[in-house]
């Protein structure tokens, strides 16, 4: 079994942070997306894993050079999308058998991805999708009542057996769908790939997650997701980094390396590496990147800041960036 990460969005909605910083190395709970993506391959007991890299290549290949796996890494100076990135990857890879797919933005709870290894080989589908069940603002999965997907995309004309799914973004998927798809072009594994498959009958299996999910696609999820790792029982499958103390509201996750003002009052805020926060300041409720610098007196809530970069939630609904 092999593995692959896309990492290659550029990151829109999540600017301005995805100005200087690829998002796969935005961090939920101090620890970044990647981490927490390759911890779930890991777990899956697969070592040969491939990742693609497109915006701010140079930050990502950095940081995976770093981590004590072997990565092969598939840059692509013109995006590829989901279909031509897969099939560079897996190309990259080499040898044979099904391939494990994640994507580095959608967080996942500390799933065991073996038992959807164990479907899609047990059933020997073309491909296997993990599902949760459904949200409004995704594209519907629909799956019959023994798992089997059925259809992508809206369908009005749904049997009343059908159940309406959305996807993770964690996939197996057999390398001949891949193969398929011109080398080296941009293109959709959806509407390529998937979508054709299914109208000519091919088997896809399905298995549904009822644990914690999130599309960290925009500032307000990456926010909700932190608070979610920081105050709830979310486990996440990189885990925690720095010391998490406190109680209720005044809970914190905060890095080693920060340096924090004996009067700074903080109330479920998570603190990143290189953090400085000064006299009498209070932070409530957000999250404090690599290098943020929070100013004697200042008060934050409901804020993620960086060190050239950040983002308040308004209650009005509109989200204010700065810097």
Sequence with gaps: MRAAILAAGLGSRL????????KPLLTVGNVPLIDHALALVRRAGISRIGVNLHKHAGMLREH????????VLSEEPVLLGTGGGLRQIEERLGGDGPLLVVNADALCGDVDLSELIAIHERQQAMATLLLRTASEGFTPIWRDGEGRVRHIGDRGDAPADWERRVFTGIHVLEP???????????CCLIAKAYRPALS???HFASLTWPGYWSDVGAPERLLEANLAALET???LPGGLRGERSGATESLRLVDS????????????TIVGPDVRIGSNAIV???????????????RLDGRIRGADAEWAFSRTGKDQESR
């Design 200 to 202: 000519r009958g091919e």
């Design 15 to 22: 600017r301005p942070f995805t100005d200087h910083t690829p």
């Design 257 to 268: 390396t920060a340096i924090l003002d004996a009067s700074a009052r903080l109330h479920g």
């Design 64 to 71: 995976l050079q770093e981590l004590d796996t072997e990565i």
């Design 284 to 298: 409530s409720r957000s999250v404090l990147l690599k290098g943020a610098r929070v100013e004697p007196e200042e």
């Design 176 to 186: 001949r769908l891949l193969r398929a798809l011109p080398a080296g072009q941009p």
């Design 233 to 235: 029982e979310v486990r």
